[in-house]
């Protein structure tokens, strides 16, 4: 619709329970914050449309429909939109309004198959769409974001121990990241004991030959949002001058598929855990609370249409302001 045509309706959306309903902020593309009502997979969508008039005008039209979409929008070369979720009623047969109409619908038992999402190159949306079609002047529309949560209760896994190895060599190495969140201090945290609780324990061996030898160790792989990641960071062999230790979360969204991939990398917060140099046989204890900070579920190619997976990753600094990083993901999910 043009906009320099004034639409002579007014369309309100209301959703049933839509004031004593969650909500969430989120930040739209301008910028802005805004609250949507959560849904979940399953859940009906209902409400009423009300139509009005605008200076008691008569307005003749070609029928009222809403519809529920849901789709992905992605921005490699320009922004493409593919629907995964299309589902209309008809609310009105042509008439003309001389006066506020009001219209019930209800969308049963919808399947929401995936969690919405707001990144950098991709979005996934859930919406309503009411249509008033007109014969010799455009539609008139009015949309209503809705928010999905996908809920997920992991399998329960059995006592282990995963162990990672890696050399890293002597060059530095530096990566660049949009930096958002609050550093924290893990030296005053209360000693972490790894769950024993049927949980996989994670152990990363990071070393760098002849020079350092740490052991990184850390309760399990998968994490809810409200979880806390506990562990222990052991100095087998210390011969390297480090300065200073960070631990970082990193989101990193991953868009399109080979050759036309882009990958884009967030550092959702990033602490100091060390300060100063390490002595052999030194450990220091690690306990991150997840709640605190603006993280999203792991996607894997969500509609083969892009993914978003989140890492943990420690970065030593050394005298020379070289760094040497190791990342392990870790799998997030949204519970109750």
């Known amino acids: ?53 605008k200076e008691g005008r008569k307005i003749e039209h070609l029928g009222v429909k809403v519809q529920l979409f849901g789709s992905i929008e992605t921005n490699i070369d320009g922004l493409i939109t593919s629907e995964f979720l299309s589902m209309a009623t008809e609310l009105a047969s042509p008439s003309i309004l001389t006066h506020p109409e009001t219209y019930p619908f209800e969308f049963k038992n919808v399947e929401k198959q995936y969690e919405s999402y707001r990144g950098k190159n991709a979005r996934l949306r859930y919406y309503l769409k009411v249509v008033v079609s007109r014969k010799s002047s455009s539609e008139i529309t009015r949309e209503k974001e809705l928010w999905v949560f996908q809920y997920i209760t992991p399998p329960s896994t ?15 190495h530096t990566h660049h990241h949009n930096t958002r969140g609050a550093d924290s201090n893990s030296n005053s945290s209360p ?11 994670v152990k990363m061996d990071v070393g760098i030959e002849d020079c350092l030898h740490i052991e990184f160790e850390y309760s399990k792989s998968r994490f809810s949002l409200k979880d806390v990641i506990i562990g222990r960071i052991y ?48 450990t220091i204890p690690i306990r991150l609370f997840l709640g605190g900070y603006d993280l999203t579920p792991t996607y894997r190619d969500v509609n083969k249409k892009f993914s978003t997976r989140t890492y943990l990753s420690l970065v030593l600094i050394d005298e020379d302001a070289r760094r040497y990083f190791k990342q392990s993901e870790i799998i997030l999910y949204r519970d109750q």
């Open 1 to 53: 619709m043009s906009i320099f045509f004034k639409a002579p309706l007014d369309i309100d959306i209301r959703l049933d329970n839509e004031d004593s309903r969650k909500h969430v902020e989120v930040k739209t593309p301008h910028g802005r914050m805004e609250k949507l009502p959560i849904y979940k997979d399953g859940e009906s969508v209902k409400g009423q449309v009300t139509i009005r008039t």
């Open 158 to 172: 059995p006592n282990a121990t995963s162990t990672t190895t890696n050399v890293i060599s002597n060059k530095a």
């Open 191 to 201: 000693p972490a004991t790894p769950s024993k609780e049927g949980h996989q324990t």
């Open 235 to 282: 100095f087998l062999l210390v011969r390297l001058k480090i300065k200073h230790m960070e631990l970082s979360l990193i989101r990193r969204e991953t868009v399109g598929s080979a050759p036309n991939q882009i990958t884009d990398s967030e550092t959702v917060v990033r602490f100091e855990i060390m300060d100063g140099a390490p002595v052999k046989g030194e």
